[in-house]
């Protein structure tokens, strides 16, 4: 596991930029790069011309195209 030192980090002089980078770095860390990468990759999914029905919905269950 990853062991931090965090009193050296705390005593560390850093601008801005520095800070931000330390603390992008943290939120990416705690929320998972997986997590972040496929909400960015995700493509908003368009409307489909068939609708999705429990079993006996229709003669054989399945799917039943909206008219």
């Avoid at 520095?18 to 997986?34: E, M, N, Y």
Wanted: charged share 20%.
């Amino acid at each position: 596991m990853l062991q931090l030192d965090t009193a050296k980090l705390l005593e560390k002089e850093m601008d801005r930029k520095d800070f931000l980078k330390h603390v992008g770095i943290g939120v990416i860390a705690l929320t998972g790069l997986s997590a972040v990468l496929k909400t960015l990759i995700q493509q908003p999914t368009g409307s489909k011309s068939t609708s999705q029905v429990g079993y006996g919905g229709s003669a054989y269950g399945g799917t039943k195209t909206s008219q």
